[in-house]
T-cell receptor
Framework: GAVVSQHPSWVICKSGTSVKIECRSLDFQATTMFWYRQFPKQSLMLMATSNEGSKATYEQGVEKDKFLINHASLTLSTLTVTSAHPEDSSFYIC????????????FGPGTRLTVL | EDQVTQSPEALRLQEGESSSLNCSYTVSGLRGLFWYRQDPGKGPEFLFTLYSAGEEKEKERLKATLTKKESFLHITAPKPEDSATYLCAVWYDYKLSFGAGTTVTVRA
């Protein structure tokens, strides 16, 4: 149980294009999902907290107009990187918190984004 | 100010050579300290959650302990498959704050 999937697992795009990453909780409902970014040999940095049916809460320094988050259902959240640039290349990981829990998080396998 | 500090950054062990990883934290009113394992190119895999000083949890060759200011992850008689980055995180302000991790390499 408690499986989280991400799609795609990797994506390469040209500078200036937009990329959408999906995060799904497969066997549980998640009122809250989190989006992280991880640069090589660094730890996970929280980008934003996404609550189903409401606007995401972004961490300081994260551009909300660049990283659009939509949490339209209890099992799906999407992150869209708009007008991507090479500096946006990173490993993006989502996690989902089961509705029944207040602090458990289950992580997806991550999405490797490379912007050329 | 960093809320979670892990040490050492890297640890190279011989198979069977037990060791410990440290995670120190500065948040007050801890509502959960988490240990995760992360393999290269993968998302973190949950290992343990600890809530109060004195608490211990075990899973196979891993044992996590918690004091008021730090947590230890003990690896007993490690095997090469225990090679990974081990991440510590604290639940604070309704979110997880991660340490930088300890990369463990176990040689056969």
């Amino acid at each position: 149980g408690a499986v989280v999937s991400q799609h795609p697992s990797w994506v390469i795009c040209k500078s200036g294009t937009s990329v959408k990453i999906e995060c799904r909780s497969l066997d549980f409902q998640a009122t809250t999902m989190f989006w992280y970014r991880q640069f090589p040999k660094q730890s996970l940095m929280l980008m934003a907290t996404s609550n189903e049916g409401s606007k995401a809460t972004y961490e300081q320094g994260v551009e909300k107009d660049k990283f659009l988050i939509n949490h339209a259902s209890l099992t799906l959240s999407t992150l869209t990187v708009t007008s991507a640039h090479p500096e946006d290349s990173s490993f993006y990981i989502c996690s989902a918190r089961p509705t029944r829990s207040y602090n458990e998080q289950f992580f997806g396998p991550g999405t490797r984004l490379t912007v050329l | 100010e960093d809320q979670v500090t892990q040490s050492p950054e890297a640890l190279r062990l011989q198979e069977g050579e037990s060791s410990s990883l440290n995670c120190s934290y500065t948040v007050s009113g801890l509502r959960g300290l988490f240990w995760y394992r992360q393999d290269p190119g993968k998302g973190p895999e949950f290992l343990f959650t600890l809530y109060s000083a004195g608490e211990e949890k075990e899973k196979e060759r891993l044992k996590a302990t918690l004091t008021k200011k730090e947590s230890f992850l003990h690896i007993t008689a490690p095997k090469p498959e225990d090679s990974a980055t081990y991440l510590c995180a604290v639940w604070y302000d309704y979110k997880l704050s991660f340490g930088a991790g300890t990369t463990v390499t176990v040689r056969a």
